[in-house]
């Protein structure tokens, strides 16, 4: 059974920093394009970062420059690194695995596999 567990939210405050981890288990995601979400109360689910198989990275406007998607495939781990958050930042995160692709993708519906979420709150 394949599962995505993200850890790390949590409140902090504007300008601060924040590492959530995404961890996966059942098969091994080495192979395939993994990615953030995020979706803020009354808002649709947005694409915020992703990284394909090749360690290629692409990043939504709102953060480039602040977030950074890794990956570490020993641990078949994910990773956000979150720097200058803004207020606007809050929202549930969500790690999202393709089942074969490797090529990175944008759209919420070209991944697979999805994570519970955690939740990321950024006061001013």
């Known amino acids: 059974q394949v599962q995505l567990v993200e850890s790390g939210g949590g409140l902090v405050q504007a300008g601060g920093s924040l590492i959530i981890s995404c961890a996966a288990s059942?098969?091994?995601?080495?192979?395939?394009?993994m990615g953030w979400f995020r979706q803020a109360p009354g808002k649709e689910r947005e694409f915020v970062a992703t990284?394909?198989?090749?360690?290629?990275?692409y990043y939504a406007d709102s953060v480039k420059g602040r977030f950074t998607i890794s990956r570490d495939n020993a641990k078949n781990t994910l990773y956000l690194q979150m720097t200058s958050l803004k207020p606007e930042d809050t929202a549930v995160y969500y790690c999202?695995?393709?089942?074969?692709?490797?090529?990175?993708?944008?759209?919420?519906?070209?991944?697979?596999?999805w994570g519970q979420g955690t939740q990321v709150a950024v006061s001013s």
């Open positions: 990284i394909g198989a090749s360690g290629s990275t």
């Open positions: 059942g098969r091994t995601f080495s192979r395939s394009a």
């Open positions: 999202a695995a393709r089942q074969y692709g490797t090529a990175y993708r944008i759209r919420w519906n070209e991944y697979d596999y």
